[in-house]
């Protein structure tokens, strides 16, 4: 079966913006400058970079790998640090209290499946794909996991917690504020709730492209205070009080500060894959990028990436404190450390190549916070240029052409602190890669509507098309 989808005036501005020198409404600032919606303004400046004087970090790699497990029963989530030996973590498999040294658990209970999680002192608040919460107490020798309660009218999505208040992330249900027995005090509306964070009696909520900050000192009756537009959909919040992070997916993160009831722009990050978690740790952002987790240096002179590393499995999300990140990757559970106030270069490159018709480019990426120099050498292969200088956040793409037809390897040699040498390996067109496929006809649908027809591959010629098969044993 075949599956085919289409992959100025003188009116007050609005809230969180105000007028320039021109006249014209621009958003609020905070350390970061400008960030309008779809700003092309660009973030990644490095006229500071390396500069001692507006640049407090030295030159070293900023990220150790501590651990790597896999777990195959397990679809790992979201986590949480709760101090510098043990972390928490939910998934498909449940809840578990993790060992920060190796990444094996200390207690796991095959629960209801966990999608986010917050911790409040001892206790540890759980959301659920299924709409259901459920908590999980730590104060006595062996967690207690309380009986799963259902909570709105479906699908949860990120969930926080603090002094006894919880705030649920429901989606079009907007963000349930619940005390610690899950009975829901108050709402606060949404049209699309799906990241929250809270601290005291301030709450911040991303609502579809929309972040809001909310005073909920009564329940029952939350006040918006402050919002400010994203750049895309809001997916993960952290919020420590001061500042506030949102992960945008494949747009990166936007950043704010809270200037008393205020939201302010700090900045945006871009990270390679699609930021789906954020935590704040101080003057460090930690960010759970599916392809990578990054770290980035959100004080004076910030924001900016430093560097970042890659689990065997995706980064679904990612808790912090104290330097030490826990890191759900799918079927992996990872540690990573911050080894000091440094940053480095980062080289960012495909782990394999494939040639089409005997040539393809190579697309080299510098996503650390200094100069990157690289020399290529080729086997089997030529290649233009072999040498590159790439300042922070710069992309650059070099030809690699196959000799004699052959398998071969680009080889990379970087002043990256933690990748000096790369090897890509480069796979020559053998197969039909690049080339244009045999038509052919199959019994299908186009989504939305599910009404079996005659469906021919030409008839989608250009097009994305995804091919399904299913299968009854």
Same mark, same amino acid.
């Given at each position: 079966? /075949?599956?085919l989808a289409w992959l100025g005036c003188n009116?007050?501005? /609005?809230?969180?913006?105000?007028?320039?020198?021109?006249?014209?409404?621009?958003?609020?600032?905070?350390?970061?400058?400008?960030?309008?919606? %779809?700003? =092309?303004?660009?973030?990644?400046d490095t006229a500071d970079t390396g500069d001692p004087a507006t640049w407090p970090l030295g030159v070293g790699d900023p990220l150790e790998i501590i651990s790597d497990e896999k777990y195959l029963m397990w679809e790992f989530l979201d986590s949480e640090v709760l101090d510098a030996s043990r972390g928490v973590v939910?998934?498909?498999?449940?809840?578990?209290?993790? %060992?920060?040294?190796?990444?094996?658990?200390?207690?796991?209970?095959?629960?209801e499946r966990g999608y986010r999680l917050a911790v409040d002192g001892e206790m540890v608040f759980v959301a659920t794909r299924t709409g259901k919460v459920y908590s999980v107490d730590l104060s006595g020798s062996t967690p207690n996991i309380g009986q $799963?309660?259902?909570v709105g009218d479906g699908w949860n999505e990120d969930i926080a917690a603090d002094q006894g208040l919880v705030a649920l992330a429901s989606l079009d249900s907007g963000t349930l504020l619940m005390d610690t027995q899950f009975t829901v005090l108050g709402t606060i509306p949404g049209a699309f709730a799906y990241g929250v964070g809270l601290v005291g009696d301030r $709450?911040?909520? $991303? %609502?579809?492209?929309?972040?809001?900050?909310?005073?909920? =000192? %009564?329940p029952a009756n939350p006040v918006l205070l402050s919002s400010m537009p994203l750049r895309g959909q809001g997916r993960d919040v952290a919020f420590d009080g001061a500042q506030v992070a949102v992960a945008l997916g494949a747009r990166g993160v936007d950043?704010?500060?809270?200037?008393?009831?205020t939201l302010m722009v700090a900045g945006e990050l871009a990270v390679p894959g699609a930021a789906s978690g954020v935590d704040l740790d101080g003057d460090w952002l930690w960010i759970g990028a599916w392809d990578v987790t990054a770290l980035a240096w959100i004080g004076a002179a910030g924001p900016r990436v430093v560097g970042h590393e890659t689990f065997h499995g995706a980064a679904m999300g990612i808790g912090a404190k104290d330097g030490v990140a826990l890191v759900p990757a799918w079927q992996n559970l990872g540690v990573v450390r911050?080894?000091?106030?440094v940053a480095g270069p980062e080289v960012n490159a495909p782990r394999l190549l494939h040639l089409v018709q005997g040539e393809q480019t190579l697309r080299?990426?510098?996503w650390g916070a200094y100069e990157l120099e690289v020399q290529l050498t080729g086997a089997g292969v030529s290649l233009s240029p072999s040498a590159l200088t790439l300042a922070p956040g710069e992309d650059a793409q070099v030809q690699v052409v196959a000799q004699n037809g052959g398998q071969g390897a680009v080889d990379l040699t970087t002043n990256d602190p933690d990748e000096t040498s790369v090897q890509i390996p480069v796979s020559a067109n053998s197969s039909t890669l690049g080339v244009v496929h045999d038509d052919f006809t199959l019994p299908g649908f186009t989504w939305p509507d599910g009404t079996e027809s005659p469906v021919s591959l030409s008839d989608y010629e250009g097009r994305p098309v995804f091919i399904g098969y299913w299968a009854l044993y």
């Open positions: 079966m /075949i599956l009116e007050p501005c /609005i809230e969180g913006f105000g007028r320039d020198d021109a006249g014209d409404c621009v958003p609020l600032q905070g350390r970061g400058g400008p960030h309008p919606k %779809d700003s =092309s303004v660009d973030s990644e939910v998934g498909q498999g449940g809840f578990g209290l993790v %060992d920060l040294e190796n990444s094996t658990f200390l207690f796991e209970e095959n629960t $799963a309660r259902a $709450a911040v909520v $991303a %609502d579809d492209e929309t972040v809001g900050l909310w005073d909920v =000192s %009564d950043l704010f500060e809270v200037d008393g009831d911050r080894t000091g106030d080299l990426q510098n």
